[in-house]
């Protein structure tokens, strides 16, 4: 009978742990922090690259929080003959998150994001180009509070529309492309931790 009471508490605090966690007034705060370097042996060619993505969001209402990401992109790429070449852009990213209103440590959500980007492209420190990012993505995800203040997330891309340009600065020439699609690949979901308080 004592085991039974423990557990039921147990699973009582759990459920209104994940259902304090998203409701009005709480904040989130999360973000994207990602380094990539690769290198070809017994050569000179290297590329190396950064992202710093920290964001934040307001419940304005219970289960609906509104926030936005501002980051960091950087990238460098070096090649045997040719000269070096690096990218950078400021990056923001407003979204909008709907959990689910179920009790218990695991909700679903949906989170529609606005990812737009500026940046320079240059070689050998000289500005060749200016970049702009503007997308749209639609993404599902799980979310399980093991505590209070923790929250583990996994979420796939989902449904994405990106518009790039890069224009030239030597000839004003500029060149937009387009990409858009679905992906849902649960098997490769992203993982995350958010805070929650």
Known sequence: MKKLLLTLSAVAVLGLAANAQTEKGKFIVGGQVGYHGSS???TDNKNNSL???PNVG???????AIGTGIGYEWSKYEQANYPESTESAF???PFGRMYSKNDGPVKF???LSVPMAWGTQK???TKTATTA???VELAPGIAYFPTSNIGVEFKVRGLFY???SVTEESTDTKVTTDMYGLNVNSLAPTVGVTFHF
């Not at 307001?58 to 609906?64: E, S």
């Open 40 to 42: 070809v042996k017994d």
């Open 51 to 53: 992202i710093i993505n």
């Open 58 to 64: 307001y419940f304005v209402a219970d289960n609906i």
């Open 91 to 93: 990056v923001l990213t």
């Open 109 to 111: 959500f949906g989170q």
């Open 123 to 125: 070689i050998d420190d």
């Open 133 to 135: 990012n503007y997308g």
């Open 162 to 164: 990106n518009n790039s």
